[in-house]
Each structure stands twice: as structure tokens, then as C-alpha cells.
């Protein structure tokens, strides 16, 4: 993995704002890594990489035995208990997955993540005509919207199965001792992974949360983990060439630079939802005190298309962050059209993947002159290895970045506001 960043207004207020950020990290590198700072209890996902290779044969094996019983899998959760799976497996699949007619492996459905009426019943309708498993996955074990999730499917999987083969098709995953859905968990006889204590929702990929769902889906678990053990072992390094350091430096100094917008930014659709994981990360562990950089996304060149232009000439508000692929795990090239009726025989033999690279480069160019910075993190492939390297890398850089701004970026006390507004309009 490569970080590298372009500025076309680089002056001395940022520079200044940047080389201050970077002095500070030692420091406070050691904090998070001392655990002396704010949310201290929340630290668990620093050294998850390394423990829970301890879990994984126990993991692959309860997905062998999904991916023989089951045609599809439920995966029950809002958050952090859902956008690491979706944004991995997303990444990782074929595009075209749910109508792929070799598909080898159990397709994986979401519920819990939307209270939407005609989602939930599209979804029964589906699961009417599949064999499924599910898995229902909340830290808290009380959240509102998979908890519904739950309470329907389960009725459906029971009528399906009847109550005794339904137990066998329902795992849970949750605290270790507290909540409903532990105590669900344990008078059903689920069988049942813990989330660990001191590993919040949207730092838990890398625990059952994601891990499971991810090697139903047929994806190599270990390659993930020990993708984020290597990204781990640079990360880690007290050096101003540190890509998490320079990260949370640059972005911090430009958003005392007043750039308070940064747009993920992608060139393949099936990065979309890393984008979303990577949203959730950011703004709920940074969006707090009147603070942070709103985190925004881009999905090219669909969104040329249409915020494009706002990017070029709006507001001057934002920097973006380009997650580039070099290589492409498939070749499609322009074929040949003797009469060029088109005009596009300067692209005869060229693949798509040469051309979306020139349209990356002619955007970050354009960009940078409409006084949009530029961040490029570039890895070779998207892969197991390379997934499990950014997600342990955006969350190192997640920690460092918000104790640079002075918050607590494992807490997220704004999400109980619309909680307590909508139990009380629902008589709760
Ligand atoms: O990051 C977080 O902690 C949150 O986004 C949670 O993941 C989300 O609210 C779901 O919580 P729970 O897993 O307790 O149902």
C-alpha cells in the first residue's frame, strides 16, 4: 500500500497545520497504543489481528457447515454489525453475484440494517423459495431495528422448519454475558460467538461480526487477517514515513485549512460499500463536539456524472481520497471496428482498466486545479490480503485521527438522540 498526496495550494498555513499534526504523533501514537487516552476500554481491535487467529478454524467450520445446509444467508445487523461483512464481501465478489448461475457458495442477504416494509417482504418472498441459515449479530444485544429483523425472521424460519431445526439455522452474535439477545441466545440453544468487550461495533470486521459472514460467502478469512496483521506490523512504526500518521496528519490539517468535506472516491462499483464502512468509521468516531471532517463518498465515473461538477466548481469545501487498483482481476478490451462509426478506433485493443486509470488521472488533475486536494491510497489488487490491509489501516488511522482532533472516536453518544425520539412517538 501506497499514500500520496497532491495540493495545488499548498501555502505555508497548511504546511505549518501539517508539520504540527506530525510532531504530535509520537505522542500520540503512544497514547492510543498505552491505552492513556480517551475510550481506553474500546481498544480491542489494535491486537485483533493477532487474536483472533485462535477463532478461525472454529469460524470456517460452523461456514462449511452453512454453505452445505443453506442457499442464502441472512446476516441480521445495523452499523458496525453489518457494513464490515457488506463492504468485504462486496468487494470481493463478482459483481453479478445473486445471478451468477455457478455460484458455489450460500448468497448473503442483509436485514436488520432498514426498517423499510417492502424491503422486509421483498426479503420473506425470497427466503420462501431458498433453504437459509441466519445469523442475528448486535453488540448490544438491544438494538431496535435488527431486533425486529429478528422477531420476523424467526417466525418465518420457524413456520419453515418448525421450532427445533429453526434453533439449529440461528446464530447469535453478541456480548458475552449482557443483553436480550443473550439471553434469547442461551434459552434457544443458538449456537453463539461473543463480540469481545473492548471491540466497538464499527472496529469489529475482524472478529465474528464480519469474519463469519465473510467465509460463508467463500472468502479466505486467514488471508484477510493476515493482511491486517502485515498492515499492523507498518502501522505501528513511530515514523514520519508511517501511512496512518500521514494520513491523519494530512487530513486533519486540511480540515484546519477549512477543507471539512472528504469524499472516498472509487473507480469500481463493488467498492461501494467499502466506502460505506469507511463512512460509518469515520463520522461516528469523529463527528462529535462540533468537530470532524464529514465523510462523504464517490462512486466514478458514474458520480462525473452528476456531482462531478459540484466537486469542479461548487463550494471549496472538500479534499478527496482515491482508493487506486492497479490491477484488475479481469481484462475486457475495446474490439475492433473497421468503419470507427464511434470515433473510438483510439482505443481499438485497450483495455478498461487502461482507460478508467486515464480518466483517475484526468480527474485528480482537474480536481486538483478547482483547488480540491488529493489523497491516493493505491494497493496493487483487491484481494483478501489487500482488504484486510486497509481495513486495519483505516481504523489505526481512524484512532490516531480522532485523538489529533480531541475527541473520543470510540464513543458515539449522538446516535441516541432519534432512539429516544422514536420510542417515545412509538409509546415504548
Ligand atoms: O459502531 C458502533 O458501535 C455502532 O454503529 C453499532 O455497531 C450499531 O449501532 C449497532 O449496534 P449493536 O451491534 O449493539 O446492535
Same mark, same amino acid.
Given at each position: 500500500?501506497?499514500?500520496?498526496?497532491?495540493?495545488?495550494?499548498?501555502?505555508?498555513?497548511?504546511?505549518?497545520?501539517?508539520?504540527?499534526?506530525?510532531?504530535?504523533?509520537?505522542?500520540?501514537?503512544?497514547?492510543?497504543?498505552?491505552?492513556?487516552?480517551?475510550?481506553?476500554?474500546?481498544?480491542?481491535?489494535?491486537?485483533?489481528?493477532?487474536?483472533?487467529?485462535?477463532?478461525?478454524?472454529?469460524?470456517?467450520? =460452523?461456514? $462449511?457447515?452453512?454453505?452445505?445446509?443453506?442457499?442464502? !444467508?441472512? *446476516?441480521?445487523?445495523?452499523? /458496525?454489525?453489518?457494513?464490515? %461483512?457488506?463492504?468485504?464481501?462486496?468487494?470481493?465478489?463478482?459483481?453479478?453475484?445473486?445471478?451468477?448461475?455457478?455460484?458455489?457458495?450460500?448468497?448473503?442477504?442483509?436485514?436488520?440494517?432498514?426498517?423499510?416494509?417492502?424491503?422486509?417482504?421483498?426479503?420473506?418472498?425470497?427466503?420462501?423459495?431458498?433453504?437459509?441459515?441466519?445469523?442475528?449479530?448486535?453488540?448490544?444485544?438491544?438494538?431496535?431495528?435488527?431486533?425486529?429483523?429478528?422477531?420476523?425472521?424467526?417466525?418465518?424460519?420457524?413456520?419453515?422448519?418448525?421450532?427445533?431445526?429453526?434453533?439449529?439455522?440461528?446464530?447469535?452474535?453478541?456480548?458475552?454475558?449482557?443483553?436480550?439477545?443473550?439471553?434469547?441466545?442461551?434459552?434457544?440453544?443458538?449456537? =453463539?460467538? $461473543?463480540?469481545?468487550?473492548?471491540?466497538?461495533?464499527? !472496529?469489529? *470486521?475482524?472478529?465474528?461480526? /464480519?469474519?463469519?459472514?465473510? %467465509?460463508?460467502?467463500?472468502?479466505?478469512?486467514?488471508?484477510?487477517?493476515?493482511?491486517?496483521?502485515?498492515?499492523?506490523?507498518?502501522?505501528?512504526?513511530?515514523?514520519?514515513?508511517?501511512?496512518?500518521?500521514?494520513?491523519?496528519?494530512?487530513?486533519?490539517?486540511?480540515?484546519?485549512?477549512?477543507?471539512?468535506?472528504?469524499?472516498?472516491?472509487?473507480?469500481?462499483?463493488?467498492?461501494?460499500?467499502?466506502?460505506?464502512?469507511?463512512?460509518?468509521?469515520?463520522?461516528?468516531?469523529?463527528?462529535?463536539?462540533?468537530?470532524?471532517?464529514?465523510?462523504?463518498?464517490?462512486?466514478?465515473?458514474?458520480?462525473?456524472?452528476?456531482?462531478?461538477?459540484?466537486?469542479?466548481?461548487?463550494?471549496?469545501?472538500?479534499?478527496?481520497? =482515491?482508493?487506486?487498483?492497479?490491477?484488475?482481476?479481469?481484462?475486457?478490451?475495446?474490439?475492433?471496428?473497421?468503419?470507427?462509426?464511434?470515433?473510438?478506433?483510439?482505443?481499438?485493443?485497450?483495455?478498461?482498466?487502461?482507460?478508467?486509470?486515464?480518466?483517475?488521472?484526468?480527474?485528480?488533475?482537474?480536481?486538483?486545479?478547482?483547488?480540491?486536494?488529493?489523497?491516493?491510497?493505491?494497493?496493487?489488487?483487491?484481494?483478501?490480503?489487500?482488504?484486510?490491509?486497509?481495513?486495519?489501516?483505516?481504523?489505526?488511522?481512524?484512532?490516531?485521527?480522532?485523538?489529533?482532533?480531541?475527541?473520543?472516536?470510540?464513543?458515539?453518544?449522538?446516535?441516541?438522540?432519534?432512539?429516544?425520539?422514536?420510542?417515545?412517538?412509538?409509546?415504548?
Amino acid at each position: 500500500m501506497n499514500i500520496e498526496f497532491k495540493h495545488s495550494n499548498i501555502n505555508r498555513r497548511f504546511n505549518n497545520a501539517y508539520n504540527d499534526l506530525l510532531n504530535r504523533l509520537p505522542q500520540i501514537h503512544d497514547i492510543l497504543l498505552d491505552g492513556k487516552g480517551f475510550g481506553n476500554d474500546l481498544l480491542g481491535w489494535i491486537d485483533l489481528p493477532l487474536n483472533i487467529k485462535d477463532q478461525i478454524a472454529d469460524i470456517k467450520q =460452523t461456514a $462449511t457447515s452453512i454453505q452445505q445446509k443453506c442457499e442464502a !444467508f441472512v *446476516v441480521i445487523g445495523i452499523g /458496525g454489525s453489518y457494513l464490515g %461483512a457488506k463492504a468485504v464481501i462486496e468487494a470481493l465478489s463478482n459483481n453479478f453475484n445473486a445471478l451468477h448461475k455457478d455460484r458455489q457458495y450460500p448468497l448473503i442477504l442483509f436485514a436488520g440494517q432498514t426498517l423499510s416494509e417492502d424491503y422486509m417482504a421483498d426479503l420473506l418472498d425470497i427466503l420462501d423459495q431458498k433453504d437459509y441459515c441466519l445469523a442475528v449479530i448486535s453488540k448490544s444485544g438491544t438494538t431496535t431495528e435488527p431486533a425486529i429483523a429478528l422477531r420476523i425472521l424467526k417466525s418465518h424460519l420457524e413456520k419453515k422448519y418448525g421450532k427445533e431445526e429453526a434453533r439449529q439455522r440461528i446464530i447469535a452474535i453478541t456480548d458475552r454475558d449482557k443483553g436480550v439477545l443473550k439471553s434469547l441466545a442461551i434459552r434457544e440453544g443458538y449456537k =453463539t460467538y $461473543t463480540v469481545p468487550d473492548d471491540v466497538g461495533g464499527r !472496529f469489529s *470486521v475482524l472478529t465474528p461480526v /464480519g469474519l463469519l459472514p465473510i %467465509a460463508v460467502a467463500g472468502f479466505d478469512i486467514s488471508s484477510i487477517v493476515n493482511g491486517a496483521c502485515r498492515m499492523r506490523d507498518e502501522v505501528m512504526q513511530k515514523h514520519d514515513s508511517n501511512p496512518a500518521w500521514q494520513y491523519a496528519a494530512i487530513r486533519n490539517a486540511l480540515l484546519e485549512n477549512g477543507k471539512v468535506i472528504e469524499l472516498m472516491v472509487n473507480y469500481k462499483p463493488n467498492l461501494t460499500y467499502f466506502s460505506e464502512w469507511w463512512k460509518q468509521l469515520f463520522g461516528e468516531s469523529e463527528g462529535k463536539e462540533n468537530k470532524g471532517l464529514f465523510p462523504a463518498s464517490v462512486n466514478n465515473t458514474t458520480d462525473l456524472h452528476s456531482l462531478g461538477q459540484y466537486i469542479q466548481e461548487g463550494m471549496r469545501l472538500m479534499f478527496e481520497t =482515491t482508493i487506486h487498483i492497479e490491477h484488475s482481476r479481469s481484462r475486457v478490451v475495446i474490439p475492433q471496428n473497421a468503419n470507427d462509426e464511434d470515433g473510438l478506433q483510439y482505443l481499438q485493443d485497450k483495455s478498461l482498466t487502461y482507460i478508467n486509470h486515464r480518466a483517475e488521472e484526468g480527474t485528480q488533475q482537474a480536481h486538483l486545479e478547482g483547488d480540491v486536494p488529493q489523497i491516493t491510497i493505491s494497493i496493487d489488487k483487491i484481494n483478501e490480503e489487500s482488504i484486510g490491509e486497509l481495513i486495519y489501516f483505516f481504523e489505526f488511522a481512524c484512532g490516531l485521527s480522532g485523538y489529533l482532533l480531541g475527541v473520543n472516536p470510540f464513543n458515539q453518544p449522538g446516535v441516541e438522540a432519534y432512539k429516544r425520539n422514536m420510542f417515545r412517538l412509538l409509546g415504548k
